[in-house]
T-cell receptor
Framework: DVKVTQSSRYLVKRTGEKVFLECVQDMDHENMFWYRQDPGLGLRLIYFSYDVKMKEKGDIPEGYSVSREKKERFSLILESASTNQTSMYLC???????????????FGAGSRLTVL | GQNIDQPTEMTATEGAIVQINCTYQTSGFNGLFWYQQHAGEAPTFLSYNVLDGLEEKGRFSSFLSRSKGYSYLLLKELQMKDSASYLCAVMDSNYQLIWGAGTKLIIKP
């Protein structure tokens, strides 16, 4: 069963701490994404990557960075966590864009981060 | 700005039919997706529409009207396991996904 695995389902951190959220996919997908999901809002894209060592800012990159050293792994880093980063973080992957637009995302189960 | 609207919550009865609407205003259009998300779980892909009309897939169907900026997801013969949030997303002219806030569907016996 193909999947996207997020290593931490629940994390509690303190303001100012550095936080690493890890995501691994076993589908050999080129594209990987980090979203945050907050009540009453649509998914918001933080960063994405189309290839190893490549990254692009999404809609809300401030306060976040990412790392993609290997094709299967995409990490989200909060250099100094703040309370407004309390959220559900979803990682997703998709195959190389076929140009048809029908690029289906496979999501991980999410990492719920609480910053105190 | 770009906007996706869908109802926040809907309630339906087991065995019945429910229609979840999604209206959108985006910069260009390259397709519309529906995803299902059970509480505490990953969103999973349900359907993709890029041309006008109805796409049927078992108990689930999705309809698109590009001229009206409108889609709906139709769920027939509702089962308790259909209780979930349903997310509508539109791919804009830059092939970026714009997401609605999701519709929480509650199924009652």
């Amino acid at each position: 069963d193909v999947k996207v695995t997020q290593s931490s389902r629940y994390l509690v951190k303190r303001t100012g701490e550095k936080v690493f959220l890890e995501c691994v996919q076993d589908m050999d997908h080129e594209n990987m994404f980090w979203y945050r999901q907050d009540p009453g809002l649509g998914l918001r894209l933080i960063y994405f990557s189309y290839d190893v060592k490549m990254k692009e800012k999404g809609d809300i990159p401030e306060g976040y960075s990412v790392s993609r050293e290997k094709k299967e792994r995409f990490s989200l880093i909060l250099e100094s966590a703040s309370t407004n980063q309390t959220s559900m973080y979803l990682c997703a992957s998709s195959p190389e864009d076929s140009g048809s637009g029908a690029n289906v995302l496979t999501f991980g189960a999410g990492s719920r981060l609480t910053v105190l | 700005g770009q906007n996706i609207d869908q109802p926040t919550e809907m309630t339906a009865t087991e065995g019945a039919i429910v229609q979840i609407n999604c209206t959108y205003q985006t910069s260009g259009f390259n397709g519309l997706f529906w995803y299902q998300q059970h509480a505490g779980e990953a969103p999973t892909f349900l359907s993709y529409n890029v041309l006008d009309g109805l796409e049927e897939k078992g108990r689930f169907s999705s309809f698109l009207s590009r001229s009206k900026g409108y889609s709906y997801l139709l769920l027939k013969e509702l089962q308790m396991k259909d209780s979930a949030s349903y997310l509508c997303a539109v791919m804009d002219s830059n092939y970026q996904l714009i997401w609605g806030a999701g519709t929480k569907l509650i199924i009652k016996p």
